[in-house]
C-alpha cells in the first residue's frame, strides 16, 4: 500500500482521538456521546427532520437513530412532533437546552482549535482548512457511492 495512504489513515485516528470520545482533556462533549453528539448537531442544523433522515445523516438505521434520539430526548436536548405539513410525519426538533449544550461544546472546541492553531501561519491553516474540505466532500461521496 502507499506510504502516503497509511499515513493520512495514522493522522486522521491521530485527529479523531483528540476530537472523538476522548475529546480535549480527556472528555467529549457533556453527557453526550459523539454519536448523540453528532445527532443532535444534524438535528440542529434542520428546521425539520425525520428519525429516518437523521439516521441517513449519520449512517444509521431508522432504529439506530431511534434509539439515539430517545436517548437525546430524555436528555431534554430534542422533541418529536408531528409535521405541520403531513401529520403522518414524525419530525425532531432541537429543544432551548439542546441548542445552548451544542452552542456550548461547539464553543469549547472551536476557542481550544483556536488556541493550537493560533501560532500557525494564516495561509497554512487555510490549506489545512480547503484540504479537510477536500476530504470531507471524498468520504461523502464515497458514502453515497
Known amino acids: 500500500m502507499n506510504k502516503e495512504i497509511i499515513d493520512i489513515y495514522n493522522l ?10 476522548r475529546g480535549f482533556n480527556g472528555e467529549c462533549c457533556g453527557d453526550l456521546s459523539l454519536v448523540e453528539f453528532m445527532a443532535l448537531k444534524k438535528i ?15 449512517n444509521f438505521t431508522k432504529s439506530g437513530a431511534s434509539k439515539i434520539i430517545d436517548r437525546l430526548e430524555n436528555k431534554g436536548y430534542v422533541i418529536r412532533m408531528n409535521s405541520p405539513i403531513d401529520g403522518r410525519v414524525c419530525c425532531v426538533l432541537t429543544t432551548e437546552k439542546g441548542i445552548e449544550t451544542l452552542a456550548g461544546i461547539i464553543n469549547y472546541y472551536t476557542l481550544n482549535l483556536y488556541n493550537i492553531l493560533k501560532g500557525i501561519e494564516p495561509q497554512k491553516v487555510d490549506q489545512i482548512r480547503e484540504s479537510l474540505i477536500v476530504l470531507v466532500d471524498a468520504l461523502q461521496s464515497f458514502k453515497e457511492g
Open 12 to 21: 486522521i485516528q491521530e485527529i479523531s482521538w483528540h476530537f472523538g470520545s
Open 44 to 58: 440542529n442544523e434542520c428546521k425539520e427532520i425525520t428519525i429516518q433522515e437523521v439516521g441517513n445523516a449519520i
